[in-house]
């Protein structure tokens, strides 16, 4: 707080302080504050007129939080600062906890790019918007020690971190995974402690240490909690008020791993601090705070980071996206974070969220502001972003426009018409803007996917197109022309690969790439930006085929290979049908916006969007045929190696069921008198365990989804007996997911 001294006939007063200080101010200021709400940690007071700006904090924190309002609400200008109308606030936060992990790590899109400076720049912003909390990782964790981009030792690194929060007064979360092969002998536990030790004893503030109980390491509940007393015992020797929090997260979670958790967290150990509540979990967190004793506080740690294969999911993205941009694309999702967050935040005492790097950074701040007040509009927080980072007169405008980008992504990509419409907007901002405002880094990564998003959405018409006119191509095909025609049409289909197709707009997202990596060391491709796999590289994604080219050119280059012409006319007849269930039948692309059977929810996707008690769309491969999760070969269309195995693009998308919720879809007027079978692709981002029942007859027990996706099973004639057919498919115990690319229901002659 500034030390301030009025002198008693002053005319104009600036005044930062605490309401300590409230003796320090004339008496008709002091007893406006007075009559004014009253206000806890972390709160603030301001009050200004013609003359006077008045900043109170309920105690230091809240001063700086009480100024971070003000400057959220003037506008700044190059030798200018205007209040545009008088103020009389009275803010404290509803959650105490609010918060983000800026890990400084290899498997980030940024963090592991930036300085010291940086980190203090970012962090001073997150503050200005409510934050107190901030999560580090240690130098060892599920990843590399060091990366090409990395300015220090991470442990350097952490220290000066942790001073940069200490010197604003925010608290210091240190995420720290129990990642070592052994935690019961002497030895072991010695080595995992004096790691530990090096790490508490260097970093001058920690307020919590969180230990995921999975996502990494898998331990058993007795041996983690044994270990982490000891570990405990150890932060206390530097860190006296420290408590470790625990969360309840696995990747193959028993009912016996749950119930041992639960009696460890109940028992409310001296050292405990609370259960986090994370991706993986597989209970909702109405289920965790049930089970969880009431007097035990609850943090999310929710994914504001990732996009698909994810806790939240991008609700209703079309494929076509989910391919191009991958997992941690630039993601403002206003909307759909103001639900999420609301959707639970009763249940927990705020947040600190779970990041990857920058590409996240307009979640956060709507993290940070909901967490502070969730009845707070987000249009309100946006404005204030758009105000206090671009600039005043950006404003409406940049408000708009980020809004808009989530509109982009929302729906059918064939039905969105506004792209081309969000572009406009952006290239109008673009072409007034001043140089200060072009080289922002946050106007950057908005205009950034303005271009991108245009240009795949140009490119899907375009691959669409050229896919139709093979496919014209090949259905003409008559005897002795089908080697012409499969030629033909792979020459067709090797245009989708064509990288002078809208040449410019795919440069200017390469440049905008490369000046984000300049400044804000965003990580937007693997080679010119040294950047992850699947961490934040969606521009390497750009030329990924978003039509079913791969498949059919890989098919082609299997037909020509044979020798019978009615044999090659025959193959190209089923290539084109592949998905035709034949007379009387049915075919699902379960990944797709409209399938022809109900899907059973249990709740809407705005009180359930982790998908939790029912089905999301997501998407990713698993198989053979893909060997990786997802669809993206950037430089050429067939990679090498995959000539005969591309797989449909259709598999590329599923229905999931998370843990122990069964997935039920049902069909009507079916014909009761007819014996149908049921040809099924279980594919996804995971190997599944799991077994299908139709009417409550058991179709298919246990079977595990592996290099061949597709089964066909017979559907039981009891089954059929009104022409209404309920499938109802389970996964087996300790499995994540029951995922279904397609389904055929195939009337049988």
Same mark, same amino acid.
């Not at 700044?76 to 959650?95: D, G, H, V, W």
């Given at each position: ?170 608290? *210091?979360?240190?995420? @720290? #995974?129990?990642?070592?092969? %052994?935690?019961?002998? !002497?030895?072991?536990?010695? +080595? &995992? ?114 996009? *698909?294969?994810?806790? @939240? #999911?991008?609700?209703?993205? %079309?494929?076509?996206? !989910?391919?191009?941009?991958? +997992? &941690? ?421």
């Amino acid at each position: 707080p500034v030390q301030n001294k009025l002198p008693k006939d002053a005319k104009n007063i600036i005044f930062v302080g605490q309401e300590s200080d409230l003796k320090q101010l004339p008496q008709k200021y002091a007893e406006i504050i007075q009559r004014m709400p009253s206000i806890a940690k972390d709160g603030y007071k301001i009050y200004t007129d013609d003359n006077t700006v008045i900043v109170l904090g309920a105690d230091p924190r809240g001063t700086l939080y009480g100024v971070g309002k003000l400057l959220r609400t003037l506008e700044l200008r190059n030798k200018n600062i205007l209040l545009a109308s008088s103020l009389q606030i009275s803010s404290t936060p509803k959650y105490p906890v609010r918060g983000h992990q800026l890990g400084y790590r290899p498997k980030t899109n940024a963090y592991d790019a930036w300085t010291p400076e940086i980190y203090d720049a970012y962090i001073r912003d997150l503050a200005i918007f409510g934050a107190n909390s901030i999560e580090i990782m240690p130098p060892r964790t599920d990843d590399e020690f060091t990366s090409v981009n990395m300015k220090l030792p991470a442990m350097e690194m952490n220290m000066k971190i942790s001073a940069i929060c200490d010197s604003y007064g925010l608290d *210091v979360w240190v995420w @720290y #995974p129990n990642l070592g092969r %052994d935690f019961e002998t !002497a030895e072991a536990i010695d +080595r &995992e402690l004096k790691e530990r030790e090096e790490f508490f004893k260097n970093l001058p503030r920690i307020n919590a240490v969180f230990v995921p109980g999975g996502d990494p390491g898998n331990l058993e509940p007795d041996v983690m909690f044994s270990f982490l007393e000891k570990e405990a015992q150890l932060l206390k020797r530097y860190h006296p008020n420290a408590k470790i929090w625990i969360s309840p997260q696995a990747f193959s979670p028993t009912q016996q791993w749950f119930d041992a958790f639960y009696i460890h967290v109940n028992a409310k150990y001296d050292w405990f601090g609370g259960v986090v509540y994370g991706p993986w979990v597989r209970g909702t967190i109405e289920e965790v705070r049930n089970l969880v004793r009431s007097d035990i506080p609850i943090r999310r740690y929710p994914d504001i980071t990732h996009s *698909v294969r994810c806790q @939240y #999911p991008f609700y209703n993205l %079309d494929l076509a996206w !989910a391919i191009t941009l991958e +997992r &941690e694309f630039i993601n403002p999702r206003p909307v759909d974070h103001k639900i999420i967050h609301n959707a639970f935040d009763q249940l927990a005492v705020g947040s600190i969220s779970y990041s990857e790097g920058i590409n996240d950074d307009v979640s956060k701040i709507i993290w940070s502001d909901q967490d502070w007040n969730p009845e707070t509009p987000v249009v309100e927080t946006l404005r204030d972003y758009s105000r206090l980072f671009i600039g005043p007169d950006y404003t409406d405008d940049f408000t708009s426009a980020l809004f808009a980008l989530e509109r982009n992504l929302r729906g059918p990509i064939a039905a969105n018409q506004t792209i081309e419409t969000t572009l406009n907007q952006f290239r109008d901002m673009e072409k007034n803007a001043s140089k200060s405002v072009l080289s922002n880094y946050r106007f950057q990564m908005a205009l950034i996917r303005a271009y991108y998003d245009a240009y795949i959405y140009r490119r899907y018409y375009y691959e669409k197109e050229l896919e139709l006119q093979a496919k014209v191509v090949l259905s003409s095909v008559t005897e002795g022309n089908s080697l012409l025609a499969l030629a033909k049409a792979k020459e067709i289909l090797l245009k989708t690969g064509d990288k002078n197709i809208m040449s410019d707009i795919r440069e200017k997202c390469m440049a905008l790439a490369d000046s984000l990596f300049r400044s804000i060391g965003a990580q937007l491709t693997v080679e010119r930006h040294h950047g992850r796999p699947g961490r934040g590289n969606f521009i390497d994604y750009i030329d990924s085929p978003v039509s079913d080219a791969g498949w059919l050119i890989s098919n082609i280059n299997r037909i020509v290979k044979i020798s019978d012409e009615a044999t090659r006319r025959k193959e190209i007849k089923k290539m084109l049908g592949r998905t035709d269930p034949g007379p009387g039948g049915v075919y699902d692309n379960f990944g797709s916006h409209v399938i022809t059977g109900k899907i059973h929810r249990d709740l809407p996707w705005e009180k359930d969007p982790g998908g939790l008690k029912s089905p999301v769309i997501d998407f990713g491969a698993f198989s053979r045929m893909v060997g990786v999760v997802g669809y993206r070969w950037p430089d050429k269309i067939i990679p090498d190696g995959y000539e005969q195995e591309v797989p449909p693009i259709a598999w590329m998308n599923q229905l999931v069921s998370l843990y122990t919720q069964p997935l039920v879809v049902s069909y009507e007027n079916l014909d009761p008198n007819a014996q149908y079978k049921i040809r099924i692709t279980y594919n996804g981002w995971t190997r599944t365990l799991v077994k299908l029942y139709a009417n409550d007859i058991l179709v298919h027990d246990f079977i595990r989804s592996g290099e061949n996706p597709t089964h066909e099973f017979s559907i039981p004639r009891e089954a059929m007996k009104d022409g209404n057919l309920e499938l109802k498919w389970m996964a087996g115990e300790g499995v994540r997911a029951v995922q279904i690319s397609e389904l055929w229901i195939i009337k049988e002659k």
